[in-house]
């Protein structure tokens, strides 16, 4: 029989984006509402089976109440099965909040050996927690799969990685006799893929923690059965973590830059374009008379959006002509650059680089090591 599944993993539930200074509490409810949100999603979708692979809480110390309303929330969709495989930042030991707490009678937390729960009739979940923050990984999972059922294993580790939280190997997969492997602890999601007869994937986390984790976070929801893997992936984060770079060559002043930067965010991201954080990368050739100060313009794009942080990646758009005739230290040094350029075709590429380079340590500090 094919069973419905929501897979989903890596909530952080209490962590704390310290960047984003007296947001930063709020914003550490988040995490906690998009769990909300998946569970309300789950009951719309008939889901049948919810499986959380590890990482729901960011640590065992948080605070109870985010706990209690974790619980709460689960015994509200009574008609769904929660199971639940706790991961390196939650692991199931005597710090667990779930050792201690009072568990829903529709959700299964698994204990950190391997076992095997049969949800309803047809159906069988495998799994472990982790009992402490590193795992060693095995080469075969030792409870054997039911050939006459669905089978189904969530678990928190490192897919075709090494390392001690808890590596899966190919032949861990070959050998398990799943039929969905629901995967956590890579925030990337990735797509399903097929092992033998066993598809395995990584849900991703839910809420980006910081501008490594960009873009859309969510869920995978669909059908499992036999050589059967029909699962979509469903958006539920509140906030994206962007990244976006802007040209801004030829533009005068901080009021035309943060009108442009506006716009495209508009144009792209649509009328929830204010909701999400941004790095903003400026990029292109300014006039010498503007010195951009990434500060104005950062704190004009806070009024608007959630977020907003910005670099300053420009260079200055030199009339080289005119400086080579100047009697100054920069007049000679741009004589002699140029006239090595036109000289010197095998190196002119590392000449032109050294030029633009010379210039920006007359204007301002200069980073030797970029690309």
């Not at 949100?37 to 008939?46: G, P, Q, S, Y």
């Not at 590429?349 to 007359?362: P, Q, S």
């Amino acid at each position: 029989m094919a069973v419905k599944i929501l897979h989903m993993a890596d909530l952080h539930i209490g962590a704390n984006e310290s960047f984003l200074g007296e947001r930063a509490v709020s914003r550490r409810l988040e995490a906690l509402l998009t769990f909300e949100k998946a569970v309300d999603l789950a009951k719309e979708e008939r889901v049948q089976l919810f499986l959380i692979a590890g990482d729901l809480l960011d640590s065992n110390r948080i605070e109870n109440s985010f706990v209690e309303r974790v619980l709460d929330k689960i015994s509200t969709a009574n008609e769904i099965k929660f199971v639940l495989s706790l991961g390196n930042h939650d692991p199931f030991n005597t710090d667990s909040p779930f050792s201690r707490a009072k568990i829903p009678e529709n959700l299964y937390v698994m204990p950190t050996k391997d076992t095997c729960i049969e949800p309803f009739e047809g159906v069988k979940v495998y799994g472990r927690s982790f009992s402490e923050s590193l795992q060693k990984g095995e080469d075969r999972f030792s409870v054997p799969a039911d050939e006459n059922t669905v089978n189904i294993m969530c678990i928190h580790g490192c897919f075709g990685i090494s390392g001690e939280y808890n590596p899966i190997s190919d032949n861990f997969v070959l050998t398990s006799g799943m039929d969905y492997i629901a995967l956590g602890h890579i925030h990337k999601r990735s797509e399903p893929q097929k092992l033998g007869n066993t598809y395995i994937a990584y849900s991703g986390c839910t809420e980006g923690l910081g501008f490594d984790e960009l873009g859309e976070k969510g869920v995978y929801i669909g059908n499992i059965d036999k050589n059967l893997c029909d699962i979509t992936f469903v958006p539920i984060q509140r906030r994206m973590h962007i990244v976006e770079r802007i040209d801004v060559t030829n533009l005068e002043s901080e009021t035309e830059i943060f009108d442009k930067t506006l716009l495209f965010l508009k144009e792209k991201y649509g009328e929830n374009f204010a909701d999400n954080l941004y790095k903003i990368v400026l990029t292109g050739e300014i006039p010498e008379t503007l010195d951009i100060d990434k500060n104005e313009i950062a704190e004009r794009l806070k009024s608007v959006t959630y977020f907003a942080k910005v670099y300053d990646e420009t260079s200055i758009k030199f009339d080289l002509q005119k400086i080579k005739n100047e009697v100054t230290l920069r007049g000679i040094f741009v004589k002699n650059m140029l006239q090595k350029i036109a000289s010197d075709k095998e190196n002119k590429t590392i000449y032109e680089r050294a030029l633009k380079l010379g210039l920006g340590a007359f204007e301002k500090e200069v980073n030797f090591d970029e690309d």
